[in-house]
């Protein structure tokens, strides 16, 4: 018998539960409990003003902090970032963190400063223009980098949901270095994903492992559930 897993699903950048929805399904038809969560100042209406890596930190961890033991992480994109920090403070809670096309942190650099310079002019301008300090999401991102693959129709369904990134999100740091978490770690990649900065076997050797790759883009557990449910049950 396969024995059970808690996955806490932990969403990316301008995203929420919703996008974790139909592998959290799949993986509760395997038998397992799935958890998506909605990271604070990221919910339909929130405001996104004042909000730094530690609230993210923390309500991961006061998430988890209620649940079994042997919890696995799974974290897309961002959600790398508040994962990690999680983790750390979770080594008694947290069996595995498996990082899904995700950003792996470096101890003492933000995801801003982890882009090449013009990326990163681009986010601080961003950041410092918007009036609550916010990035705002927008259709060219669905389309250019989030989900190439998909028809007209969802693309523009999902800039919907989208919702305005805090910015302090992109500007904090931690100071852990992923690679010694204390616990077991993988890497899973799309195979068309062109959205992070860096390619995915560099995240990947962050970690020490080699990525296992999935089809699809950034977005592929909307467009491809089931193989990214596989992959996450294999991880």
């Known amino acids: 018998m396969t024995p059970v897993s808690t996955y806490v699903l932990i969403p990316g950048g301008w995203h929420a539960a919703w996008c974790w929805w139909p592998v959290a399904k799949r ?10 969560l909605t990271l604070p100042g990221l919910d339909d209406g929130d405001d996104p003003s004042g909000y730094r890596l530690t ?13 079994q033991l042997d919890v696995i992480l799974v974290a897309h994109s961002w959600g790398g970032y508040p994962a990690t920090g999680a983790a750390e403070i979770l080594t008694d809670k947290v069996r595995k963190v498996i990082y899904f096309n995700a950003l ?8 801003v400063d982890d882009h090449p310079p013009a990326g990163r002019d681009l986010l601080l301008r961003l950041i410092n223009e918007s009036p609550d300090g916010a990035v705002a999401p927008s259709l060219a991102y669905v389309e250019e980098l989030f989900m190439q693959d ?5 693309q523009r369904m999902v800039a919907d949901l989208l919702a305005p990134q805090p910015g302090g999100y992109f500007l904090d740091a931690l100071n852990v270095d992923p690679a010694d978490l204390g616990v077991a770690t993988a890497y899973i990649a799309s195979d068309s994903d062109c959205a992070p900065q860096w390619p995915a076997a560099e995240f990947a050797s962050r970690l020490g492992v080699e ?6 883009t950034h977005l592929s557990m909307l467009t491809h559930p089931d193989e990214v449910a596989k992959a996450i049950m294999a991880a």
């Open 27 to 36: 993986l509760r038809a395997a038998g397992h409990h799935a958890i998506a």
């Open 55 to 67: 609230d993210a930190v923390d309500y991961v961890v006061s998430q988890v902090r209620g649940l």
């Open 104 to 111: 792996v942190p470096v101890r003492g650099r933000s995801l």
């Open 150 to 154: 998909a028809a007209p129709e969802m």
């Open 211 to 216: 990525p296992v790759y999935v089809p699809g």
